[in-house]
């Protein structure tokens, strides 16, 4: 009987760890019973019952017709009662974009070597060119004090260059005469530019996003394709997307502006037409737009266009020169000034056939923004989140090695060193996911649940980034002027935080609400039998779904449990993997096979109701995005030919990512609102409790010291960055005065020996260089060193002041001037 027991437990185990189909488990549970009757000796009669019980179960498991007769008929009649009625809206939200590697990490067993085996992004020769040329020209060209500080604009010069160099089309193919570039590509711009201002990255950024190019592509007419589009790639029009308005931000769908279909005048012609009514806010470009993608509800009382009356949400591309277009006010968004207001119109008359894509169009402007919101969401912010990363890593390890107190380079104090190995080692993750996900949409994807992913974690990782280099700047990071180059970034966190959904709504209730619908195997196909389909269709589909389903929650659960107990020995790893980061891929595969059996039992004990538990459902989009920004730095790693110098900078990132996942794992569970599912979900999850731990302090120094010295690891984090040209310029002279420093130490060293030695003293008044040179303890080349290091060094830590009005007169009067010749001329 120890012997049936053992074979029985030892059977389920192999059997659901392998996620053998029913037959399998029949087969096998007809093997032990035929054995369970040899050694037990039952007698003829117990025999035959239980032979009995058991063909009654393989039938009703095996034969379909029975099992949905007796089984998941009744359950699809139960699930169809509780699952909530969805809105056109939800529907819409849920079905836009496509599913990719978030799909096999929901699955509780991804795959690495199809991880790996996704070929490495990489530009193009055209696309480096761009990148090496007016992208570093552009930069150059733009000096952030005098965006932000004096114009509240970019200069006219380089709002020029920006369009007649194509910036503004990137994504419009070349036969439109767009540059037609890749995501990559798009991604290097947007992140080049972003390291050296923001207005200038996001004017750049929003034309290539979701708005009236991208939505013209996918759906505009070949009319309005062949007009707008060649006038958008040259900057002929500027467009913005008008969508929120005061009453409805995060929740866009219930937007109150709205149109009426009716017959009106147009350029002296009867035309059938919409009078658009709209109060929109926060529009960026908004302000010197000449071309507005607006957002409205369509009503067709008179049934001019077909039976419905209430048509939904529709998309127009409305020229900003319209008659009662009221355009051109700013609002002031933390100072990143690129251009942002308000716009609005009342009864505005505009003719049909200015719905993208024509009348046939009108009310799908939800699932045309859906659709296109992937691919703007996957690059624009995580983009300009990297951009903003690697300038703080570059600045401000430079800025630790030149700045000293205690007479000690601050980078040297273990405190700060704790804050410059985090920035160090999260710029490599976050590269690696800006990379990684530029290439789903290189791949034709729209990853829906991916760019959530990406947006949330790198914008809240670029706060952590910003906050870190602020505490390290101290004083010097807080007072705004030319020389600071922290402050306007830390001002300008909260706006990344909070478009293109606000993060707080994009953790709690996109990254898993929408994942578990559209990356779960089977969830979505339960729905849609429950939902779309009727009869026997409906009953086939949900019963093959179902049955699927508890199989996989059975197998992900012991998989979970057997990672648990064998420490995760028996995770796959790829065939082809760096040997240094195997174990990597079998912790993620221990927590993948865990997540999937927790968002499937969370599912089950929660229901609907899981939708309203934010907390819950937040924490568990934590886990999949930690396994997400794990499996890009992995594959970064392996992408760029396995560089050992760049292993602490994985080995920190990775395991600071497996320990958040397993703290939110384990907030969930002393959070499970049914107390006896969470024991019995511990007790599967962490078998032998908690083992995952926090990166290492050692680890997080060899991060820190990539940042303080030059070389090729700190290179390659900070690839694709500006780096300022020359000492004029604030963050070329903290590259100079950084080399100068190291340049610098032996002689620094040399210097202090001599004081400790009682060789020379400092005197009141006169550099210690100066002492030693007279003294002639160093020769005159160290000496001319020394200087230019300490001319290089003060300049650094100079911090601006500025007039009472802060320069304010001197800056409108030069402004004035520029403007008079425009002005006389006109
Ligand atoms: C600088 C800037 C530029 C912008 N550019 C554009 C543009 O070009 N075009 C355009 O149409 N719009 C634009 N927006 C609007 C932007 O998309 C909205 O600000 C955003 O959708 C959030 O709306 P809201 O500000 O009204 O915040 P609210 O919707 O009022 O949200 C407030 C808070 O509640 C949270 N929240 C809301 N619902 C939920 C929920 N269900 N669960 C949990 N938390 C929730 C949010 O996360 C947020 O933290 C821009 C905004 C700014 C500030």
Same mark, same amino acid.
Do not use: W
């Given at each position: 009987m120890i012997g049936f027991f053992a074979a029985t437990i030892a059977a389920f185990f192999v059997l659901a760890y392998l996620q053998v189909p029913i037959l399998g488990w029949t087969v096998a549970g007809g093997l032990l019973l035929g054995y369970l009757s040899v050694v037990a000796d039952f007698g003829q009669t117990t025999n035959m019952v239980l032979g009995a019980a058991f063909v009654l179960v393989a039938a009703l498991c095996n034969i379909k017709p029975l099992r949905r007769l007796v089984f998941s008929d009744p359950i699809l009649g139960i699930y169809r009662q509780i699952l909530p009625d969805m809105s056109q809206t939800e529907k819409e939200a849920i079905d836009a974009g496509t599913v990719w590697w978030d799909a096999d990490l929901f699955s509780g067993k991804p795959d690495w070597n199809k991880l790996l085996a996704i070929p490495a992004p990489r530009l193009t020769a055209e696309e480096q060119a761009f990148l090496d040329g007016p992208c570093e020209e552009v930069c150059a060209m733009t000096n952030d004090w005098e965006v932000t500080h004096e114009r509240y604009d970019l200069p006219p010069q380089v709002w020029q260059y920006i369009k007649d160099k194509g910036f503004l089309g990137m994504i419009i193919p070349k036969k439109y005469g767009g540059l037609g570039f890749s995501a990559l590509a798009h991604s290097a711009v947007v992140m080049k530019l972003s390291t050296r201002s923001n207005a200038l990255s996001v004017t750049v950024m929003v034309p290539n996003s979701l708005g009236p190019a991208e939505l013209l592509l996918h759906y505009g007419s070949e009319e309005q394709k062949n007009y707008y589009l060649p006038r958008l790639a040259k900057g002929l029009e500027v467009p913005c997307f008008a969508l929120t308005s005061p009453e409805a931000g995060s929740d866009a769908a219930s937007i109150p502006d709205y149109g009426v279909v009716c017959k009106g005048q147009w350029q002296g012609k009867d035309v059938l037409g919409m009078r658009v009514t709209w109060d929109k806010r926060y529009i960026t470009l908004g302000p010197v737009a000449t071309l507005l993608g607006l957002a409205f509800r369509l009503y067709d009382p008179e049934h001019l266009l077909g039976d419905k009356e209430d048509l939904g949400i529709t998309c127009?591309?409305?020229?900003?020169?319209?008659?009662?277009?009221?355009?051109?006010?700013?609002?002031?968004?933390?100072?990143?000034?690129?251009?942002?207001?308000p716009n609005s119109g009342k009864d505005v008359f505009m003719p049909i056939d200015w719905i993208i894509g024509g009348k046939d169009y009108a009310g799908k402007g939800w699932m045309m923004l859906m659709g296109c919101l992937a691919a703007g969401r996957s690059i624009s912010l995580p983009t300009s989140s990297v951009g903003g990363a690697k300038a703080l890593a570059r600045i401000t390890g430079a800025y630790s090695r030149v700045r000293s107190q205690f007479k000690t380079p601050i980078g040297k104090l273990e405190g700060v060193e704790e804050a410059l190995g985090r920035i160090a080692a999260n710029t490599y993750m976050m590269d690696a996911t800006r990379i990684m996900t530029a290439g789903a949409v290189d791949l034709g994807e729209k990853p829906a649940v991916i760019s959530a992913i990406a947006k949330y974690h790198m914008t809240e990782r670029a706060r952590r980034i910003v906050d870190d280099s602020m505490v390290i700047h101290g004083?010097?990071?807080i007072c705004l002027g030319p020389n600071n180059w922290v402050g306007r970034g830390y001002q300008v966190i909260p706006v990344g935080i909070t478009v293109e959904g606000a993060n707080i709504l994009t953790r709690t209730l996109i990254i898993f609400g929408q994942g578990a619908i559209r990356c779960h195997p089977y969830v979505l196909r339960e729905m849609r039998a429950a939902k779309d389909l009727e009869g026997s269709a409906a009953s086939i589909e949900f019963d093959d779904a179902f049955t699927s389903h508890i199989g996989h929650t059975i197998s992900n659960g012991?998989?979970?449990?057997?990672?648990?107990?064998t420490s995760s020995r028996l995770g796959q790893v790829p065939r082809n993997g760096a040997p240094e980061t195997r174990h990597y891929y079998r912790f993620s595969s221990r927590l993948a096979a865990a997540f999937a059996f927790l968002a499937d039992v969370s599912m089950l004990a929660m229901g609907g109701a899981l939708k309203r538990k934010e907390k819950i459902s937040g924490r568990l989009g934590d886990v999949l995005s930690m396994l997400y920004l794990v499996s890009a730095t992995l594959k970064h790693y392996e992408d760029q030919g396995r560089n050992r110098e760049d292993i602490p900078l994985i080995r920190w990132a990775v395991r600071d990512a497996l320990y958040s996942a397993q703290h939110a794992i384990d907030q969930i569970l002393s959070n499970f609102p049914v107390k006896a599912v969470a024991r019995l979900l511990r007790w599967t999850i962490f078998p032998l409790g908690m083992s995952f731990r926090p990166p290492l302090d050692s680890r997080n120094r060899e991060c820190a010291q990539m940042? !303080? /010295?030059?070389? %090729?690891?700190?290179?390659?984090?900070?690839?694709?960055?500006?780096?300022?040209?020359?000492?004029?310029?604030?963050t070329g002279v903290l590259e100079a005065a950084f080399a100068a420093t190291i340049a610098c130490e032996p002689i620094d060293e040399t210097l202090r020996k001599a004081v400790k030695k009682g060789k020379m003293a400092p005197r009141h008044g006169v550099d210690l260089g100066t002492v030693a040179r007279e003294m002639d303890l160093i020769t005159q080349d160290e000496y001319n060193q020394w200087l230019r290091k300490e001319t290089l060094r003060r300049h650094v830590i100079k911090v601006d002041d500025f007039p009472q009005d802060f320069g304010r007169a001197e800056? !409108? /009067?030069?402004? %004035?001037?520029e403007k008079a010749p425009t002005a006389k001329a006109a």
């Open positions: 127009a591309l409305v020229p900003t020169s319209t008659a009662g277009v009221n355009i051109g006010r700013r609002h002031l968004p933390l100072n990143a000034v690129f251009q942002n207001g004083g010097k990071g012991v998989r979970a449990f057997v990672h648990g107990i940042l !303080l /010295a030059p070389g %090729a690891a700190r290179d390659r984090l900070t690839a694709g960055m500006y780096i300022g040209k020359g000492e004029a310029d604030p800056i !409108l /009067a030069k402004l %004035a001037q």
